[in-house]
């Protein structure tokens, strides 16, 4: 049976037009994670979070918080995660699990991310989270 991990995200957004900020959670299940490595056919552009901002509004960082559970034999060790946006193509850098070689929830939190800083747009933006585990099963899982 393979080890399960399962991914909860909340992305939320900073924004610099009179202090207005802007949240959205991800609220379509778990996010399946692909073994060894990223991969775009198992998350990330097939489980996007769309943010609504003020058009117009210039981002001036984001704020991202999220939980990855390790459950059925996995560790928190064995998760790695990183957010992409889709509207300027950058990825923040990769960020692994610290739980050590234990079962459990892990969460995580990042503030003044600067993967969309400058953009002003029209009222949305789009992010993915590109996650992977490095043990159990083969390919691409989805838990639920």
Known sequence: MPRKISLLIALFLSIS????SSSSTYSAGAIPLNLTSYSS??????SPLVVVIPA?????????????TAASGA??????????????????ST??????NLGGTESYSRTGVG???GVS???????????????????????S
């Open 17 to 20: 037009a009179l202090s207005q």
């Open 41 to 46: 056919t198992c998350n990330g552009p097939v």
């Open 56 to 68: 117009g509004a210039t981002v001036t960082g984001i704020d991202i918080s999220y939980d990855i």
């Open 75 to 92: 560790w928190m060790s064995e998760q790695n995660s990183q957010i992409h946006c889709q509207d300027t193509g950058n990825t923040e």
């Open 95 to 100: 960020v692994s699990g610290t739980g050590g």
């Open 115 to 117: 993967i969309a800083n």
């Open 121 to 143: 747009v029209t009222g949305v933006l789009t992010f993915e989270m590109q996650a992977w585990r490095t043990w159990g099963g083969t390919g691409c899982i989805h838990f």
